[in-house]
Nanobody, 123 residues
């Protein structure tokens, strides 16, 4: 199983980035997927998730209204559009997948992870 994130980088406060997570080798079709992030010295936290059908979206309160999660099942790719970025959004962002259709907010419920991509928001 491979999950490879891309799209991270350095962006100014208020800017935008789009993260992608390309997957391959998953033995289940259309798993529920999510984005998590971990800032230095902090625990990993749920950011956004989407179920296998794409009709259940969940967001952390801190990103609601600014971030949008989506997926393209034909391309086996997960996306995270991040707008109005804030300094506190700086973190390593990782995608995750779990068998089943339902989105989960706890990282222990995800079986597969990408290596992460750094997002740094500067003032």
């Amino acid at each position: 199983v491979q999950m490879v994130e891309s799209g991270g980088g350095l962006v100014h406060f208020g800017g935008s980035l789009r993260l992608s997570c390309a997957t391959s080798g998953l033995t289940f079709k259309w798993p529920a997927m999510a984005w998590f992030r971990q800032a230095p010295g902090k625990a990993r936290e749920f950011v956004a998730g989407i179920n296998s059908d794409g009709d259940q979206l969940l967001y952390a309160d801190s990103v609601q209204g600014r971030f949008t999660v989506s997926r393209d099942n034909d391309k086996n790719t997960l996306y995270l559009q991040m707008n109005s970025l804030k300094l506190e959004d700086t973190a390593v962002y990782s995608c995750a997948a779990r068998p089943g259709m339902r989105v989960a907010i706890f990282d222990s419920e995800y079986d597969y992870w990408g290596q992460g991509t750094q997002v740094t928001v500067s003032s």
